[in-house]
């Protein structure tokens, strides 16, 4: 007999972890798609539209068998089970602690980021660049001098194009590497010395990016630039809204234009910082799975006036703390792109029943779906629900992150798959060549929310080179996602 544990994760997902029984003894060769089938046939949501997840399909044992021999490699057979009209974030996972460790902010990397856009340099040229997003302090990435702006336009010694820019994918998959950086001067791109090389460590990234308290204007603003909801950065995230509480602002701009989801609950603690008018134990977000898991549905997740603080190595928790929320917002203004995702989703649908949540940005990427991680296990009590991950098999490193609930917010809504659109519309892309630090004033986001907010226009920070986009650069897997681990507080 097996069992399936399952971590559920939103990023679109839930961490709860379950079994499934399993009478038949499976033969060896087709052990992990076996736990594939068994698994998105229980959890999947789109399990009823899927024709070969039928309830029906491993009625007979042969060719329930010979079906999954036809698919030597685990993950087509996981891919062939998704919805392909719906199904957009659906991950196999070879490496499950990989993913884990992604979830704790932990990855082996140079420590860069970049947006889904590459930038033609001139009309006239089939040169593209890439414009660096952030750098992850003490990477590599930062230790070379790459900074906020710099323009990527040379992989490995080879120029970025029109039709390779795709090399840029290669700082995500690469364990070591060259990359020319530059910059717009005088219209023209100008290298910022040799090509610089780069090899990838184990990075541990603090999803607190920035954070000040900006005067101007009359108003005392707020400003958050949070990268990820990480649950083992709780205490960083209540920190600087505690700094926002004892300096009185009374505007919050929250940048999450590069934050692409995590931690369901880490986004309920990060709501009840936000809104600190709504009760400990008032709705904030509810789950809803497919058919098989009604008795799952309505799973709440409340505003809350404690949070947990995880280990960082070890995801324990190791006791609460009070959260630090603010009471005076009437409104929050939301920096957003199109790797704005998940979790980060949730945080706007969840705050706009009540506070007026304005958007400056571009659209965000419409996922209010959420996904579980699943693990394969040797059975131990058919009747037991696993809460932790130690029953793993050893016999191979395969998961799944198959999208298993929809999200909604205290009024039911949840009506936005093509993303939120911005209520002030600045597209950062247009700015390649005039990037600025994170919480400069004249940075072209965060301007526009000033300007909103105190009701005056500024010295426009307008582009200085007009440019043409080429092509979106896929994004990377675990990059947009909203999970809940099997011990999240819930009511």
Not at 30 to 47: G, L, T, V
Not at 328 to 336: E, F, M, P, Q
Request: some cysteine; overall charge negative; glycine content about 6%.
């Amino acid at each position: 007999m097996r069992k399936i544990i399952l971590s559920v994760f939103f990023t679109f997902s839930l961490l709860t972890v379950s079994c499934i029984d399993d009478d038949v003894s499976t033969p060896q060769d087709i052990e992990i798609q076996d736990f594939i089938w068994k698994s998105m046939n229980h959890w999947y949501f789109w399990q009823s539209d899927v024709p070969n997840l039928a309830d029906t399909k491993d009625d007979n044992e042969n060719d329930y068998f010979n079906f999954l021999r036809g698919f030597s490699d685990p993950e087509d057979l996981f891919e062939s089970l998704k919805n392909q009209s719906l199904d957009d974030f659906s991950w196999y996972i070879p490496d499950v602690e990989a993913q884990l460790n992604a979830f704790r902010g932990v990855s082996v990397s140079f420590g860069i980021e970049i947006p889904r856009t590459s930038v033609r340099v001139s009309a006239g040229s089939d040169d593209v660049v890439i414009f660096v997003a952030y750098v992850v302090p003490g990477s590599p990435a930062a230790n070379a001098g790459i900074e906020r702006g710099d323009l990527i336009y040379k992989i490995n010694g080879s120029v970025l194009t029109t039709t390779n820019f795709s090399e840029i994918n290669k700082i995500f998959t690469e364990t070591s590497i060259s990359i020319g950086v530059a910059t717009f001067e005088s219209g023209s791109l100008t290298p910022k010395g040799d090509e610089v090389s780069l090899t990838a460590v184990e990075v541990t990234e603090n999803p607190v990016h920035y954070s000040s308290v900006i005067e101007t204007g009359g108003a005392k603003i707020g400003y958050l630039v949070y990268n990820g909801f990480r649950r083992t950065f709780h205490q960083e995230l209540n920190d600087v809204f505690d700094t926002f509480r004892n300096e009185n602002i009374d505007e919050l701009v929250l940048d999450l234009r590069y934050n692409g989801g995590g931690s369901v609950l880490t986004s309920a603690y990060l709501a009840s910082m936000i809104d600190g008018t709504q009760a400990d134990g008032s709705d904030f977000a509810k789950l809803t799975y497919n058919e098989k898991r009604n008795d799952q549905n309505g799973i709440i997740f409340p505003f809350y006036d404690t949070a947990v603080l995880f280990n960082k190595e070890t995801s324990e928790s190791e006791g609460n703390f009070s959260i630090s929320r603010l009471s005076n917002l009437s409104r929050v203004y939301v920096l957003t792109s199109d790797r704005t995702a998940s979790a980060s989703e949730m945080i706007i649908n969840g705050l706009r029943p009540s506070l007026d949540v304005i958007l400056v940005g571009t659209t965000t990427v419409g996922k209010n779906e959420g996904s579980i991680t699943v693990v394969d296990a040797p059975a131990t009590n058919s009747s037991q629900i696993y809460t932790d991950l130690d029953g793993r098999t050893n016999s191979h490193t395969v998961g799944m992150q198959p999208i298993v609930f929809q999200i909604f917010n205290s009024l039911d809504q949840s009506d936005y798959t093509n993303g939120f659109e911005p209520n002030i519309e600045v597209n950062e892309i247009d700015f390649t060549a005039n990037i600025l630090p994170f919480g400069d004033e004249n940075e072209a986001l965060l301007q526009a929310a000033i300007n909103s907010i105190t009701g005056s226009v500024t010295k426009s920070s307008s582009p200085t080179v007009k440019v043409q986009t080429i092509g979106k650069i896929p994004v990377r897997k675990f990059s947009q996602e909203m999970y809940i681990f099997p011990n999240d507080n819930k009511k």
